[in-house]
């Protein structure tokens, strides 16, 4: 899971759908985005996380399902 601990969320400028280390944080086992709820971070940054996982799965950087689910 994410540490808000670890990046300040608040003063975050954009997420990078290239940083595929970052974004994992936010997926779980199965390969499904966690919710805000789970990860606690702001909203405007759960947006950009979501297009970022989205973006990066789109252009075959991360994969839909994990390896476990095929």
Request: charged share 30%.
């Amino acid at each position: 899971m994410a540490d808000q601990n670890d990046v300040d969320y608040e003063h975050l400028e954009y997420v990078d759908y290239k940083d595929t280390e970052f974004l994992e944080q936010f997926i779980n086992n199965q390969g499904k985005i966690l919710p805000r709820r789970v990860t606690g971070v702001p909203a405007r940054v759960q947006r950009q996380i979501t297009k970022a996982i989205k973006r990066a799965r789109h252009l075959a950087l991360m994969p839909y399902v994990s390896e476990s689910v095929r």
